[in-house]
Structures are given as C-alpha cells and as structure tokens.
C-alpha cells in the first residue's frame, strides 16, 4: 500500500473485508483460539514454517489489522501490537537485553517510562543511563560495550521538547545499535521517525493512535533496516533451542526483529491486546490526520494566548517561533508541533492548584491525547513525592502546567482557561 498517501493509508492500510462474511468494518475477532486444519497444519504453525493465528497472546486477526496499519503508516515493515505502550516498552527491551545490558536514554522522557526504567527494568539488571535529549552529544560518553540500544522520545513529554532524531541515529549506528523513538506525543501524521534512522518505534496507542482516551493499547514498528547479525542481540542470532534451533535473524531477515518480540517476549510475558481495544484504536487511527492536525492548531492558538496572559510566567511549546526546539519543529514536525506543553503560573503552587480546581471545560487527569483538552499540575500529582529541586529537574517545577488541547473549539478551551485564571 506504499504507494498511497497517508490520509489513504490511516483509512485503508491492513484492512480488507472480511473474506469470511464481506463485512466492511474490522470484525472484532473475539475468541481465544483458532481451529487447525489437520495435524500437520498445526505442527508447521508451532514450527514457525507458515504464519497463521493460533492462540490470541501471540496473533488475532483484528490485532493485525491494527500491527499492519500503524507500520504502514510509520513506514516501518513490521508491527507487533500489545496490551499498553508499557508493555511495548519491556517487549521491546527483552528482545535486546541480557542480564547487566545498559542502554542509554534521553531523561526527559515520560514520568511512567521513568519509573518503568529505574525501578522494574533493574530487577531485571537491565541498566539505564541517562543522556540529555537536548545536546544529542551527551549520549555519546556514556555508550559502553554493554549499551544495547539508544532510547527517546520524538516529542518528549511534559516539555513538548523535539529530538534531533537524526543525529542520535547517527550516534546509535556508529555503536552499533538500533536508536528506538517512542513516537507517542508526534503519532507518523507529525513525525516518521523511520525516515530519519531509527530503527524501532513504539507506541502508546493509547494517547492519540486511539485519541478518545477510551483503550489501553501499544505498537511496536520494526523498521526492517538494522543489522542484527553482529553477535551483541543474541536471541536474534543465535540458535533458539525453543524452535529446534532456529536463528530469528538468518529466517526472518528484515521482519526479525518483530517476530523474535512476538514469538519469545509476548509468548512468555503475555501482555496481549485484547481484540475489542484494538478494533476501538483501529476506529480512532482512520482519523488520525484530521485529529492531530486541529489539535496542533488548537494547541498553537492556546500557547499563543497563553503567552499574552499577565498571570501566565512562560509558555514552552515548539510552535512559538522563540522555543528553543523551534527550528527542530520546522525541521521534523513542520504541520504542527504536537499538543502537549507545559506553561508557568506567576502564582506557582498555589495557583497551579486553583487552576486544576477551577477549570470547567478542561478534565483534571492524568492523561494526554484525547478529543477532550486535559490538564494537570504535575508538582501536586505525578510528581508530588519528589523533593522541589528534582522536580524543576523533571520539568516539573511547582508553577508548571501540563496541557493536552483537544479538538473542541478553540474560543471556548481559551474561555475556560481565562475563567479558571481569573
Ligand atoms: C502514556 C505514555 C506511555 C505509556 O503508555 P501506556 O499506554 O500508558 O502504558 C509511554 N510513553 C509516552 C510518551 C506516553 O505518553
């Protein structure tokens, strides 16, 4: 389907009708397991010899509608969809990591993906240090012969930061090892972080791939170009006592890296989508353009109002030609800078507080990437157990507010913002 363009792809890409009963819309194939044909139709499936569905933890028809779709529409050449971005995340990562593995990570990142990183990934002895998204050079140093893969986001929550991607693929190829961008706050519609080198997206489909805030789900795209064969991913070359000592890499070439995560990582960590989520992310993904492109308009009308506004101390969103990520927006995101930003009360605190309570229009939670605008003071939730100094350091200083504008109109997103400051 490469040939059409991407309004086409979000509408069409994986989806066909249904061969068993001509039904246009995905069917919600809602069963655990799936009839063989005879013995040896079920022993060459179990061999990995033909792909089939067997069991809905590994493979389910609606779920690969969605896998097809997002890795069209990321032009990646492969997709493996999973229960959260979370989960995403630690598929993605026992994929490549052996006990005493580092990567190197950008430290703004997510709030959960931080804590995913320091607390469970230790148990595990997976091993993470952090570079600054910002200067791409300092995630240099600290690339060591343990370091697995290199890890950000394209636009990075809650600062609305933008990755020079470009330049940490670079850095990643030089090592030797794939750059992995979560793509979340930039969805393929801003940002096709393929294009630009990396070698694995994911995603949580649950922000704005299904944008009514409604299912949990994530997308792992395996962009097909990485070199796997150097010895360092073992369970991608070497010999896998599992399936009678197969080598994923040397089989499956450009799609091996999706299928190992699939048939080792979600087989035994289990973490499956289940059908109905991936039909309501499916639902939301044919509408992807027409949502992100007004909620980055919206977003850019708000910041600017924002920025206008005596109570309000900064505005940090890419749009604003005097970002420090402006000419990285111009640059990878040109239709929009996303509709995530975060923004600084005069009042700090206490007036970060008064806000959350005294907005009408606006839902007080912790979420982004809803048709609903959202907002949330992170100092008194999301990161009210830190001490005040390593919440500046977070981004997440006690005046800062974190936005996710909507598609609702922009005059009433400004009119409540203005009642609630008041
Ligand atoms: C929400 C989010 C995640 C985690 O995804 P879940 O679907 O909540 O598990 C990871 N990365 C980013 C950027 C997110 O916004």
Same mark, same amino acid.
């Given at each position: 389907?490469?040939?059409?363009?991407?309004?086409?792809?979000?509408?069409?890409?994986?989806? !066909?009708?249904?061969?068993?009963?001509?039904?246009?819309?995905?069917?919600?194939?809602?069963?655990?397991?799936?009839?063989?044909?005879?013995?040896?139709?079920?022993?060459?499936?179990?061999?990995?010899?033909?792909?089939?569905?067997?069991?809905? /933890?590994? &493979?389910?028809?609606?779920?690969?509608?969605?896998?097809?779709?997002? *890795?069209?529409?990321?032009?990646? /050449?492969?997709?493996?969809?999973?229960? $959260? %971005?979370?989960?995403?995340?630690?598929?993605?990562?026992?994929?490549? &990591?052996?006990?005493?593995?580092?990567?190197?990570?950008?430290?703004?990142?997510?709030?959960?993906?931080?804590?995913?990183?320091?607390?469970?990934?230790?148990?595990?002895?997976?091993?993470?240090?952090?570079?600054?998204?910002?200067?791409?050079?300092?995630?240099?140093?600290?690339?060591?012969?343990?370091?697995?893969?290199?890890?950000?986001?394209?636009?990075?929550?809650?600062?609305?930061?933008?990755?020079?991607?470009?330049?940490?693929?670079?850095? =990643?190829?030089?090592?030797?090892?794939?750059?992995?961008?979560?793509?979340?706050?930039?969805?393929?519609?801003?940002?096709?972080?393929?294009?630009?080198?990396?070698?694995?997206?994911?995603?949580?489909?649950?922000?704005?791939?299904?944008?009514?805030?409604?299912?949990?789900?994530?997308?792992?795209?395996?962009?097909?170009?990485?070199?796997?064969?150097?010895?360092?991913?073992?369970?991608?070359?070497?010999?896998?006592?599992?399936?009678? %000592?197969?080598?994923?890499?040397?089989?499956?070439?450009?799609?091996?890296?999706?299928?190992?995560?699939?048939?080792?990582? #979600?087989?035994?960590?289990?973490?499956?989508?289940?059908?109905?989520?991936?039909?309501? +992310?499916?639902?939301?993904?044919?509408?992807?353009?027409?949502?992100? !492109?007004?909620?980055?308009?919206?977003?850019?009308?708000?910041?600017?109002?924002?920025?206008?506004?005596?109570? +309000?101390?900064?505005?940090?969103?890419?749009? #604003?030609?005097?970002?420090?990520?402006?000419?990285?927006?111009?640059?990878?995101?040109?239709?929009? *800078?996303?509709?995530?930003?975060?923004?600084?009360?005069?009042?700090?605190?206490? *007036?970060? @507080?008064?806000?959350?309570?005294?907005?009408?229009?606006?839902?007080?939670?912790?979420?982004?990437?809803?048709?609903?605008?959202?907002?949330?003071?992170? =100092?008194?939730?999301?990161?009210?157990?830190?001490?005040?100094?390593?919440?500046?350091?977070? %981004?997440?200083?006690?005046?800062?507010?974190?936005? $996710?504008?909507?598609?609702?109109?922009?005059?009433? @997103?400004?009119?409540?913002?203005?009642?609630?400051? *008041?």
């Amino acid at each position: 389907m490469a040939e059409y363009g991407f309004n086409t792809l979000a509408v069409h890409a994986g989806a !066909q009708p249904d061969p068993a009963t001509g039904a246009r819309a995905t069917p919600i194939y809602q069963t655990t397991a799936f009839v063989f044909e005879d013995a040896d139709h079920a022993a060459a499936l179990f061999n990995l010899q033909v792909f089939g569905n067997v069991y809905t /933890r590994l &493979m389910n028809p609606t779920n690969a509608v969605l896998e097809e779709k997002v *890795a069209a529409l990321e032009n990646g /050449r492969a997709g493996l969809a999973c229960a $959260s %971005g979370h989960a995403a995340q630690l598929l993605t990562f026992h994929t490549l &990591m052996s006990p005493g593995d580092e990567i190197v990570s950008a430290r703004q990142l997510y709030g959960g993906s931080i804590n995913q990183f320091n607390q469970s990934f230790a148990k595990f002895d997976w091993r993470v240090k952090w570079a600054d998204t910002t200067n791409p050079d300092s995630f240099k140093p600290l690339i060591t012969d343990r370091t697995k893969a290199i890890y950000a986001e394209s636009i990075a929550n809650p600062g609305g930061l933008i990755t020079d991607i470009e330049a940490l693929a670079k850095i =990643a190829h030089d090592a030797g090892v794939p750059l992995i961008i979560d793509n979340t706050l930039a969805s393929p519609y801003l940002i096709r972080p393929i294009e630009w080198g990396a070698d694995i997206v994911l995603h949580s489909a649950t922000k704005f791939l299904g944008g009514h805030g409604n299912s949990m789900a994530g997308v792992i795209v395996d962009g097909g170009k990485f070199d796997w064969g150097s010895g360092k991913f073992p369970t991608l070359s070497e010999p896998n006592p599992s399936y009678h %000592g197969m080598r994923m890499w040397e089989t499956f070439g450009d799609m091996a890296f999706a299928i190992t995560t699939r048939v080792f990582a #979600l087989r035994d960590l289990g973490p499956a989508l289940s059908p109905m989520n991936a039909f309501l +992310v499916l639902t939301g993904t044919e509408t992807l353009p027409l949502r992100m !492109q007004r909620h980055c308009d919206n977003a850019m009308i708000v910041a600017k109002w924002l920025k206008a506004n005596p109570k +309000v101390e900064w505005v940090n969103y890419a749009g #604003l030609p005097d970002n420090a990520s402006y000419k990285l927006h111009q640059k990878y995101c040109p239709k929009g *800078a996303g509709s995530v930003f975060t923004f600084g009360l005069k009042g700090g605190y206490e *007036a970060g @507080i008064k806000l959350v309570n005294s907005v009408k229009l606006f839902s007080h939670v912790a979420n982004i990437g809803d048709t609903r605008s959202l907002i949330i003071h992170p =100092a008194s939730t999301t990161h009210r157990q830190l001490s005040d100094e390593d919440r500046a350091k977070a %981004g997440a200083g006690n005046d800062v507010v974190r936005l $996710s504008i909507g598609i609702e109109d922009t005059a009433d @997103i400004i009119a409540d913002l203005e009642q609630a400051l *008041a």
